[in-house]
């Protein structure tokens, strides 16, 4: 479910897909059950700590936790491609006749159709947009999940998911597939099936053959998607080489994407940075068009997608950095700096929520200590930034070591990007580094006028 008008034609060709054959049970996973909600969400299994949990208990009727989501709403993120991209047809809304809880430990995303035929539905995300595993360990991200139990054709037109984008997609809109997109589940007009996918690259086709995305599909047994919860996932290894994203359903590891499937560049760009999550019904567009199309005055509204829990689970990363201490390979917000001259910090316009530092210029700098780069030497360096200068005003983002008389291990140059609110993930090479070191991002330009904003950086090998 991604927001670019070239994936509106994307799945067409997945239903010569053939269900794979090697299927690897894992140990993490629940099996599937019907009934009733789980009272809770499960505790993280043995040897992982949980990041994020909602098992969306409250009263009936009542909207979700907007601590932990947020709602997305009309027919388009503010300035992004009309109707999400895909050719959908509904308007999102934060209504509770579209998003609710159930009273009984669900969430019920439910479309409607008012008297003149139009339709709504519900959009939510998480407001955190930084789930990825640490260095050289794995992020699992699960939801139990009953398929709108519809079928046939009064289910034309119905696509449900549960899915992620790459954080650099808030506040751009149309980066997408370069950022990464990560479909743990989606489905299409009541068939007995459930799809993954990881998008990446660039669409059309080029390495991740966009806009159908590298993907996998299994059926649901033994009840079917629609009659029955079932567990949907994703593993995210950093602890392999090469690093894999594994799809499950059930327990049963039926898709894997390889970081050799594609160039190191596009894997990159796709994973060095954190995702959001993202739950919706939508109606209409590319996918249900090839299977059939819709929805027409067949399809029959008001069948819910109901969501027992979404966890978020890691394991693994090494050594944990010292009290104060910075993960090298997470994303190291702009503003958490020890020590600073010349910047000062505001809050982004993007929808993602947090804060920026701005204002920098020559000479401007701020420090960040005890930032652990592990034993394998980080070669990359990353940075989310923005900039309105003028023509003519730009500079460099430097990265230097445990002192700012230290020479640069890398830096990468930036312009006007459209806007101080407008935002880019720039890549650099750096000198190798390991070990665990206070890290300075310094600012040098040939003018004396303020020519960037910084979101977040981090590093990757």
Avoid at 245 to 260: E, K, P, Q, W
């Amino acid at each position: 479910m991604s927001a670019t008008p070239a994936r509106r034609g994307r799945l067409r060709l997945r239903a010569t897909l053939a269900l794979l054959s090697s299927l690897i049970v894992a140990g993490a996973a629940a099996t599937v059950t019907t009934g009733a909600a789980h009272a809770s969400a499960p505790g993280a299994p043995p040897g992982w700590t949980t990041v994020f949990t909602d098992d969306f208990n409250g009263p009936a009727g009542s909207g979700v936790d907007t601590a932990n989501w947020q709602y997305t709403t009309g027919t388009s993120y503010p300035g992004g491609p009309a109707n999400f991209g895909t050719g959908e047809v509904e308007t999102m809304t934060s209504s509770t006749s579209n998003v609710s809880l159930d009273g009984a430990g669900n969430l019920r995303v439910t479309p409607q159709r008012d008297g003149a035929g139009n339709w709504t539905s519900g959009r939510i995300e998480t407001r955190r947009s930084d789930f990825q595993p640490p260095a050289g360990g794995r992020l699992r991200v699960e939801a139990r999940i009953q398929m709108p139990d519809v079928t046939g054709a009064a289910a034309r037109g119905y696509w449900p998911a549960f899915w992620m984008l790459g954080a650099p997609y808030r506040g751009n809109w149309w980066n997408w597939p370069g950022i990464g997109e990560l479909d743990i589940m989606e489905n299409v007009q009541g068939i007995n099936n459930e799809w993954a996918t990881m998008h990446c690259g660039t669409s059309p086709d080029g390495p991740c053959h966009e806009t159908n995305g590298i993907s996998g599909q299994r059926a649901c047994s033994p009840t079917t998607c629609q009659a029955a919860f079932h567990t949907y996932a994703l593993e995210w290894d950093r602890s392999t080489s090469p690093e894999q994203m594994r799809f499950y359903l059930d327990g049963v590891n039926f898709h894997t994407v390889r970081a050799d499937q594609m160039d190191a560049t596009t894997w990159a760009n796709a994973t060095n940075h954190g995702y959001f999550v993202i739950l919706n019904v939508a109606m209409g567009g590319g996918f249900p068009a090839a299977y059939g199309g819709g929805p027409d005055s067949g399809t029959v509204p008001g069948h819910p997608m109901l969501v027992d829990y979404v966890a978020v689970w890691q394991t693994g990363g090494g050594s944990t950095p010292a009290p104060g201490g910075r993960d090298a390979y997470a994303q190291i917000q702009a503003e958490s700096y020890d020590q600073q001259s010349g910047l000062a910090t505001e809050t982004t316009t993007d929808g993602g929520g947090g804060q920026d530092v701005g204002w920098a210029a020559n000479g401007d700098w701020a420090l960040y200590k005890g930032v652990d780069f592990g034993s394998t030497p980080a070669k990359q360096f990353y940075a989310r930034v923005a900039s309105g200068a003028a023509d003519g005003v730009s500079g460099l983002v430097e990265v230097r070591l445990d002192s700012r008389s230290n020479a640069p291990i890398g830096s990468f140059a930036v312009g006007n990007t459209g806007g101080w609110q407008s935002w880019r993930t720039v890549p650099a090479n750096i000198t190798g580094v390991t070990g665990t070191h206070d890290v300075y991002l310094t600012f040098s330009s040939g003018q004396p006028a303020d020519f960037v904003n910084v979101n977040w950086f981090d590093f990757g090998h």
